[in-house]
């Protein structure tokens, strides 16, 4: 499994980004993203499953959205409000049907807010 993301950059506090996430499979179980500060543990952001539920970190409720395309089996994060405490990599993860856990990653892509 191949993940390769898009749509990292600089932006002011406030602003807005879209990640994209391409998958080189087209089933899966799950499809999420996770993020990394500097000195700081990788924490889940965001997780749709291939049912359509999504579930979203306390911190990025109601300015995080995931969504996906299944034609092109990608899945995109729209972030807005960015603030930040929301500089990090940002990370493309994947589960596969029958896995008990995300088993794939993208390279990450850099996301950085300024103040």
């Known amino acids: 499994v191949q993940l390769v993301e898009s749509g990292g950059g600089l932006v002011q506090a406030g602003g807005s980004l879209k990640l994209s996430c391409a998958a080189s499979v087209n089933t899966f179980f799950a499809m999420g993203w996770y993020r990394q500060a500097p000195g700081k543990q990788r924490d889940l952001v965001a997780v749709?499953?291939?049912?359509?539920?999504?579930n979203y970190a306390d911190a990025v409720k109601g300015r995080f959205t995931i969504s996906r395309d299944n034609a092109k089996s990608t899945v995109y994060l729209q972030m807005n409000s960015l603030k930040p405490e929301d500089t990090a990599v940002y990370y493309c993860?994947?589960?596969?049907?029958?896995?008990?856990?995300?088993?794939?990653w993208g390279q990450g892509t850099q996301v950085t807010v300024s103040s």
């Open positions: 749709i499953t291939s049912g359509g539920n999504t």
């Open positions: 993860a994947l589960r596969r049907r029958f896995a008990t856990n995300f088993d794939s």
